[in-house]
């Protein structure tokens, strides 16, 4: 490369340069030097040239040095052409490289100088001194980049110096520029030639370089050249992070970096987000974060190197990517965090715009790890309070599904290095998704505990397991059930890790009174596991388990006892758990020495319960659970099933024989037998004996060498037996057939005709004999409705037959049992010794089975009076129910009193899901069932209507415990007395995916019972022209066939709400629940969108609204209406059509079989459900609530007493107070929506705003007038209520409005302001109406009206006023009336500026200025009022 020489004429110079071909070594300076011009000046102002190895030396200070060459330069006679040949002895001198690198250097003080005037021990070099003076700058700096392409290709010295960066060097921090801006471009010039080490170098100097007014064209420049190349990225925006730039500059150069993003290398990234964030203003923070978010991809930054490694690279490079380049960029991702922490933690509006450009995202699959990284950082700083709203963003993206378990896997899985400083945050985070009350977002807590668990080192293992055991002891139930769901999760995957922490697992025992049986069970089953497991790891802890066992065994409490129980079977299944045959055992079987203690145990379990049948009991149905649950070793199998069948048939059976020996407080028979035609000998259950016994041995003193059967463990021991038989003999139960079909020994029915003849004790033990018959046939269903045989499927239909009818007969035995304990079915709940529902409660219930009918008309005749205080005109509707019990009576005489048995649901044993298989089974109607029962063999197995409404009350009872909706309800703050998991034991052990499953397997068969439903009540409106209460109506069918189709919608309505449908799995299992509902309607054809699924399963139910027996059955129909609408994402779509089925339903007259028409407060709460939905859907609310108030009330005033409205047959005397209150409810809420006022708005939208509002106050009106005629106390108490919050709108929303309107809308605000004057006067009178009659429940509305009437007043003033029409206002005394506007009495002898009377505006009257008359006089109002 050609030098180029310098603009000085060389030809002028005093000396020619030295030769560059040989560069001098000699420290003696060539002979010409000595007298050139430029060491003459330089040693005259206290600077010695050096030459060789040493450096330069100065005498003087640099500021004199500086001064005495610009001293010399002007003083010269040769000035100024002396400046030149300055400078070019200045390039003579630096040809040789030694020399210029030595001018490059700093100066050394001369030592033997006697100058004291170089005070400082440092001193710049000698071309840093020169560049101060500003004759020479400009030719300096020229020469100086002519020097750099010499060197920028050297690379660094011997020393590690470069001498085109010491070159750079020399130009930073200048005190002053002489011509910054052709520095700038020379800066640039060399910027495009040189090598990028150069290129760097120079870039980062600039902001030190240049002036402030070069900041702006540099910045531009840079610009430019980082979209040309990405390789100067990160000096690029050092430099530009330190220019002073005006915003509009900073957006540009940002929009230009944030295009070349997915371009930048990974090691430069950092410094990319750093520049980014940092340049943001709070204008349009949210925008760049929201771009900086999508474009910034650390996905690509962890995968590319191993995916590269093993598909695009040589063995040899392979071994090297993957560990090298991985750890560089998981330190490259941590440097990009650490750059958005930092902004995050000093820049409030980029926290908040994190959370909004995240909160945005409305797409799971649009989400990536950043969010979530993101939000980790938010919830580590705090800065700005960004915790909170980490936390809530955090749960609004979970229980929206937004935030799923892949994309949590995957952020642990890959950036589990970079995530460990957020340790302490992810733990809280999860710690409050597991103590929320929504159970949406439970399960997302636990998938971030067990990654916390998998992902991080043992310190942070040990705090997890530490919060788990922290939330186990905390008591609170589904934060206990998901604790110890995920503990035992993590011993089931990661038992060795988990075995370490086992001591702090065990500190649970301590408070093992706060946890349910079936918490109790899931911690035994962890503690055993990691003590008595296959691996061992935990056996340190044996010694304190078996302590605890025996200890809990020897309890005389039983509820410790039942603990002991619980844990020790527990064990024994740990200990006995099937071990496959594994490389270091050379068999399968279980050790001897583990036999041994297992027997052992086994043995100590059983003898402790013996003493106590509800202990024997439980210890039975935990064995039977066990062997449900485990993989038993065959030897443990087999030592709890040999001794079973023997000692069942010891205890319970006995051969059938004619005549029943012994005396018995009943007469006892054998009944219910399903084999008579069998020619073997028959056994019997010997249940009433056994029974008997037990009584009368109650207060005896029990041998010790006697054993005593109780009654109590019938059942738990042949569910114990049945499930033995069933794993021995895979499934195959021919060794026990005979229970199914075999008779009881108990007593004729026929003695409940004479009950009230019996004793008291007679009378409880035939209660007690019942509870255990029907329990006996429920594990007798049980245990054989899984069989394929036809016989043995007949049986058992006709099992759920006998349970039905002696379910009545037990209703009929309790109505004359007051406060009888029925005896315990399920022994693993809090109150095993019993408790007896309130009797009271019981005897007002009514049957719901078989005996419903008579009951179900009689209780709505007690309505009328309940009700007569609501309503002014209930006293006729009274009267006329009086006439109803005797019309009753000669319909049905013999059906008799009964009480429900809903209250004593556990007491009985708990049916199995399995048992709902039988609702596959079709439909027989209760006539033909009559007829032919017993009499002939059909071939078909079909059910009858009370099986089917007794087994669809089972499954509505299990799904809504299982199947629970997204919202939980917050616990209550003082514990409920009964355990609502009691007798839902064995439906625990099963997994809610499990039950949705089978419960989407039943919906064909459900389905089809709908449909048979729909059909029974169609013909039974075509045979009765129309009506269901034609006289040929059989009323206990039509009962069990109306609770039928109500259990139907209900059942599906808490299937298609289970909020499991939203997580990602369960997708495909909603779709199956779908295709069942649309494949009714359209068989076959293309596989349907979930959108088109929705749509046709609407149209399919939709289709049985023609056939509603009940008001309540049609709001079930509704309710999955609105449930399966939610699954498309489209629920608006349907409103319509939701609003014209309600109204469909309000529009029609509701009549019982009877001919009765519907009432009660079942029927009004089902009322005032209905109504709020029809509202709530329909278009125009506002509309419908005149319509209704206007034409249907104006109806029912003119009608008759007992008469409906016309236009809403809903809608009489008795329901009045149902469709007020929804009204003032729905017209308060649905003005608290209208926008509010904004000083900007169009004089349309004004307009339209106030139109809304004067309808509002005119349908407000309305409302307010009826209480002239529907005068009650409950109607007065709901007006005050609402008028008061709707006033309190008003003044928030309304006033504004008028304020910004008055001028250009005069008309229209004076009508509507009229409009409620009169309604604020009504209220008045109803304030002076409550004072006179002291009601507390009306008096306690009255203060927070008067304030708010009063405000009113002030406000209207102070909106004339600003409007410059305050001549239009006057006040005055208002007098208290009474709801006929009346004046009170007590008031006319009060002076007229009473404390109490309220101040009511009135215009000015003996004027009319244009603006000036807005209110109505208030001889006019109230003439208005009076006539209505």
């Not at 206290?46 to 330069?73: H, M, W």
Request: hydrophobic fraction near 40%; include cysteine; aromatic fraction near 6%.
């Amino acid at each position: 490369m050609k030098k180029r020489r310098s603009a000085v004429d060389k030809k002028q110079a005093s000396i020619s340069a030295p030769s560059k071909a040989k560069k001098s070594r000699s420290s003696n300076p060539p002979e010409e030097a000595i007298h050139n011009v430029f060491a003459v000046f330089l040693r005259e102002a206290g600077v010695t040239l050096k030459y060789g190895a040493e450096s330069n030396e100065i005498a003087v200070d640099q500021v004199i040095f500086q001064k005495r060459i610009q001293k010399q330069l002007k003083q010269s006679s040769k000035h100024p052409d002396i400046i030149k040949e300055f400078i070019t002895g200045l390039e003579a001198h630096i040809e040789d490289a030694d020399r210029f690198k030595n001018s490059l250097l700093p100066c050394v003080p001369r030592s033997n100088t006697e100058d004291t005037s170089c005070s400082s021990s440092f001193q710049e070099s000698l071309l840093r001194m020169l560049l101060g003076v500003e004759l020479l700058q400009t030719l300096i700096i020229n020469t100086l980049l002519e020097k750099v392409p010499e060197f920028m290709l050297d690379g660094t010295s011997d020393g590690g110096l470069s001498l085109p960066r010491m070159i750079i060097n020399q130009l930073k921090w200048l005190d002053r520029v002489v011509d910054s801006k052709e520095l700038a471009s020379k800066l640039m010039e060399l910027v495009s030639v040189a090598p990028v080490e150069v290129q760097r170098d120079i870039i980062t100097s600039l902001p030190e370089i240049l002036e402030d007014s070069q900041h702006s064209d540099i910045a531009r420049e840079l610009n430019s050249l980082l979209q040309e190349n990405t390789q100067l990225t990160v000096p690029t925006l050092d430099a530009l992070s330190s220019l002073n730039l005006s915003s509009s500059i900073l957006t540009e150069v940002r929009t230009a970096v944030m295009a070349t993003l997915a371009a930048i290398q990974i090691e430069d990234l950092p410094v990319v987000v750093k520049f980014i964030l940092h340049s943001v203003s709070a204008s349009d923070a949210l925008e760049v974060v929201s771009s900086l978010r999508k474009k910034l991809e650390l996905e690509q930054c962890v995968l590319p190197a191993v995916m590269q490694s093993s598909q695009n690279r040589l063995m040899s490079k392979s071994t090297q990517a993957p560990n090298t380049k991985t750890p560089g960029n998981q330190d490259s991702i941590t440097l990009i965090l650490d750059g958005i922490k930092t902004a995050v933690r000093f820049q409030k509006t980029i926290s908040e715009a994190w959370l909004k450009a995240i909160e945005a995202v409305d797409e799971p699959e649009d989400h990536k790890v950043m969010d979530l990284l993101v939000l980790f950082i938010l919830h580590t700083t705090n800065s700005n309070q960004s915790r909170r709203g980490a936390e809530r963003l955090m749960k609004a993206k979970v229980r929206t599904g937004h935030f799923q378990e892949p994309l949590l896997h995957k952020t642990f899985r890959d950036y589990a290095q970079v995530m460990r400083v957020y340790f302490p945050s992810i733990l809280s985070l999860a710690q409050g998704l597991l103590r929320s009350h929504d159970l949406g977002v439970v399960p997302f807590g636990g998938h971030m505990y067990r990654g916390l668990f998998t992902a991080f080192d043992l310190y942070c293992q040990q705090e997890v397991v530490g919060s788990l055991v922290t939330h186990v002891c905390s008591g609170v139930g589904g934060e206990v059930d998901m604790a110890l769901e995920l503990l035992c999760g993590l011993v089931t995957e990661n038992h060795k890790e988990m075995s370490l922490y086992a001591v702090f697992v065990k500190g649970i025992l301590d408070y093992m009174d706060n946890l349910s049986p079936q918490q109790i069970r899931k911690l035994f089953f962890l503690l055993s596991a990691l003590a008595f497991g296959q691996q061992q790891q935990g056996s340190h802890i044996q010694d304190d388990m078996h302590i605890v066992i025996r200890k809990q065994l020897s309890s005389t409490v039983p509820k410790y006892k039942r603990i002991g129980i619980i844990g020790a079977v527990m064990i024994i299944g740990s200990m006995g758990a099937h071990r496959p045959k594994g490389k270091e055992t050379q068999s399968a079987s279980l050790p001897q020495e583990t036999y041994r203690q297992l027997t052992a145990l086994l043995e100590l379990v059983q003898s402790s319960s013996e003493s106590a049948p509800e202990a024997a009991a439980l210890y039975y149905d935990e064995l039977a659970n066990l062997i449900v649950t485990a993989n038993l070793d065959p030897q443990v199998q087999e030592m709890i099933g040999k001794t079973v069948l023997n000692d069942f048939q010891d205890d319970f059976v006995v051969d059938l024989s004619p005549n029943i020996s012994g005396s018995h407080p009943l007469p006892a028979c054998a009944l219910y037998n399903l084999d008579e035609d069998d020619s073997q000998e028959q056994i019997a259950i010997n249940l009433l004996p056994l029974l008997a016994t037990e009584t009368q041995s109650k207060g005896e003193t029990k041998k010790q060498s006697e054993k005593k059967v109780s009654t109590l463990c019938l059942s738990p021991f042949f569910r114990l037996l049945r499930l033995c038989e069933e794993k021995t003999h895979k499934g195959d139960l021919e060794e026990i057939d005979a229970l199914l079909g075999c008779p009881l020994i108990v007593t004729d029915m026929n003695v409940l005709d004479k009950a009230e003849s019996l004793s008291k004790t007679e009378r409880e033990f035939l209660c007690t004999l019942l509870f255990h018959t029907i329990n006996w046939f429920r594990e007798v269903v049980n245990a054989f409705c899984k069989q394929k045989e036809a016989e043995m499927k007949m049986k058992v239909m006709t099992r759920l037959q006998n349970i039905t009818y002696l379910q009545t007969q037990l209703e009929k035995a309790l109505a004359v049992s007051p406060g009888f304990v029925p005896p315990v079915a399920n022994f693993d709940g809090e109150n095993v010794e019993g408790v007896a529902p309130s009797s009271g409660a019981a005897g007002k219930k009514e049957k719901k089975k078989k005996e419903s009918t008579g009951k179900k008309r009689k209780a709505p005749g007690k309505t009328p009076s309940q009700s007569s205080s609501q309503l002014d005109v209930s006293n006729d509707a009274e009267e006329s129910q009086h006439d109803q019990p005797e019309k009753e009576k000669e319909k049905e005489k013999d059906v008799k009193q009964g009480v429900s048995l809903s209250g004593y649901r556990q007491f009985f044993r708990e049916l199995d899901f399995e048992v709902l298989s039988v609702l596959l089974c079709g439909l027989i109607s209760c006539s033909h069932l009559n007829s032919n029962l017993n009499t002939e063999v059909r071939d078909e197995v079909l059910l009858g209507p009370a099986e089917l409404v007794f087994l669809l009350e089972d499954m509505l009872q299990k799904v809504e415990f299982s199947l629970q909706t997204s919202l939980a309800k917050r616990a209550p703050f003082l514990k409920s007395k009964g355990d609502k998991s009691l007798g839902f034991s064995h439906l625990q052990q099963k997994s809610h995916k499990d039950i949705s499953s089978s419960c989407v397997q039943l919906l064909p068969a459900l389905c089809s019972h709908l449909e048979n439903c729909h059909n029974y009540f169609q013909t039974l409106l075509s045979e009765n022209n129309g009506v269901m209460d034609g006289p040929a109506t059989d009323l206990h069918e039509h009962h069990l066939m109306s609770s039928s189709y109500q259990l139907l919608l209900q059942i599906l309505n808490s299937i298609m709400n289970w909020s499991g449908f939203s997580q990602p799995g369960q997708r495909s299992s909603l779709k199956k629940a779908l295709e069942v509902f649309a494949g009714r309607l359209k068989e076959g054809g293309a596989e349907l969108s979930l959108e088109q699924l929705v749509k046709y399963s609407f149209e399919y139910l939709q289709n049985f609204r023609s056939t509603m027996p009940k008001l309540s059955t049609a709001l079930c129909l509704i309710q999955l209406l609105a449930t399966v609408s939610e699954k498309g994402g489209h629920p608006v779509a349907y409103r319509k059509q939701k609003a014209s089925l309600a109204r469909q339903f309000l529009n029609q007259e509701w009549v019982t079989a009877t001919g009765e028409r519907e009432k009660g407060p079942k029927f009004n709460e089902t009322l005032h459900t209905l109504l709020s939905i029809y509202l709530e859907h329909v278009d125009d609310v506002l509309k419908a609530v005149e319509e209704i108030a206007g034409d249907g009330i104006s109806e029912l005033i003119n009608a008759a007493k007992d008469a409906s409205s016309a236009s809403w047959p809903t809608l009489n005397r008795q329901t009045f107070l149902v469709f007020y209150k929804v009204l003032m409810a729905v017209l308060e809420k649905s003005v608290r929506r209208i926008p509010a006022a904004k000083l900007g708005d169009s004089t349309e939208i004004q307009s339209e705003k106030v139109l809304t509002w004067n309808l509002a106050v005119r349908d407000f009106h309305t409302l307010i007038n009826l209480v002239k005629v529907f005068d009650s106390r409950l109607v007065l108490n709901v007006c005050l209520k609402y008028g008061r919050l709707f006033l309190e709108t008003f003044l928030k929303l309304c006033m504004p409005l008028l304020d910004y309107s008055f001028k250009k809308h005069k008309e229209d605000v004076q009508s509507l302001l009229k409009t409620f004057q009169l309604s604020t006067r009504q209220l008045h009178h109803m304030c002076g109406h409550s004072k006179i009659h002291q009601d507390m429940s009306l008096t306690n509305h009255v203060p927070a009206l008067k304030k708010s009437l009063e405000l009113f007043v002030y406000r209207v003033k102070a909106m004339l006023m600003l409007n410059n029409c305050q001549e239009a206002f006057w006040m005055g005394n208002l007098k208290n009336r009474n709801l006929r506007g009346e004046e009170i009495l007590s008031q006319k002898t009060q002076e007229s500026d009473d404390e109490e009377d309220e101040e009511e505006e009135r215009p000015v009257n003996n004027q009319d200025p244009p603006d000036n008359e807005v209110l109505d006089s208030d001889s006019e109002e109230r003439t208005n009022i009076d006539s209505d």
